[in-house]
């Protein structure tokens, strides 16, 4: 069993797992995605020993069981799909639903906008909406959560507040410290920074052994921590 093995079995549910969890069947997880109503497996593992995912393609998978691999959050979205579907019908429940995840998203985004971090391309500095770059912003989301991007990086996706959160998290980190690149920084923005990076690495997966290497937590956490933690260090002594 390899270590990607492992991080899936730990963290991810296959297909036969994640319907049992929603009470439903695979027929119906297939149906629910196929209407764009449920995210698609953050990862695929195929027969033929390669790793899938929609944020880092095609990789290596030896000695790792082959099928699709579900964030166990993805529980929520099926049971708002079914609301939905209950609320609206089968025809109309897709629009509505996508409409519900702009509405929450979007407000989500103006919240943060405000307690977080200038969303420069979706709101002006006194929090008015520039519209065109919102609804990009969000149908752009809107797709990636159609594609299980954010069962992959975001540790509990369960809301649009929680994707939201660690979206705008790592969009301050990375513009403060030139995505991790910043060589210097003064005690005082050391001292600004690494809460932050805390704060982005509860919210964020912990990445699977196959991608790690080029994902936002090593960038970001593992590897920009510690300089962080040097310059506090540094200064205390």
């Not at 790792?64 to 579900?70: A, I, L, P, R, V």
């Not at 002006?124 to 809107?142: M, N």
């Not at 939201?164 to 050391?190: D, M, R, T, V, Y």
Request: glycine fraction near 4%.
């Amino acid at each position: 069993m390899s270590e990607l093995d492992l991080y899936l079995k730990k963290h991810y549910l296959n297909k036969a797992q994640f319907a049992a969890a929603c009470q439903s069947s695979e027929a119906e997880i297939d149906t629910l995605m196929q209407a764009q109503m449920l995210p698609a497996p953050s990862y695929v593992v195929t027969e033929n020993a390669k790793i899938c995912s929609a944020v880092f393609g095609e990789m290596e998978a030896t000695d790792t069981s082959s099928g699709d691999y579900f964030h166990p959050a993805n529980t929520v979205w099926f049971d708002r799909a079914k609301q939905m579907i209950a609320a609206h019908g089968i025809d109309a429940a897709p629009a509505a639903l996508k409409q519900e995840f702009i509405v929450n998203f979007s407000a989500a985004l103006s919240a943060l906008n405000i307690s977080l971090w200038n969303i420069a391309d979706s709101f002006e500095p006194d929090g008015t909406i520039k519209t065109t770059g919102l609804t990009e912003r969000v149908e752009f989301s809107w797709k990636h959560f159609l594609l299980g991007t954010f069962g992959l990086c975001v540790a509990n996706p369960v809301s649009e507040a929680a994707i939201a959160n660690k979206e705008i998290l790592q969009e301050k980190l990375s513009a403060l410290s030139e995505n991790g690149a910043k060589a210097s920084f003064s005690q005082a923005e050391a001292a600004e920074l690494l809460p932050l990076v805390d704060a982005f690495a509860a919210a964020a997966m912990w990445f699977s052994p196959a991608e790690y290497h080029l994902c936002s937590r090593k960038r970001l956490v593992d590897d920009f921590r510690p300089r962080l933690q040097a310059i506090m260090t540094s200064a205390a002594g």
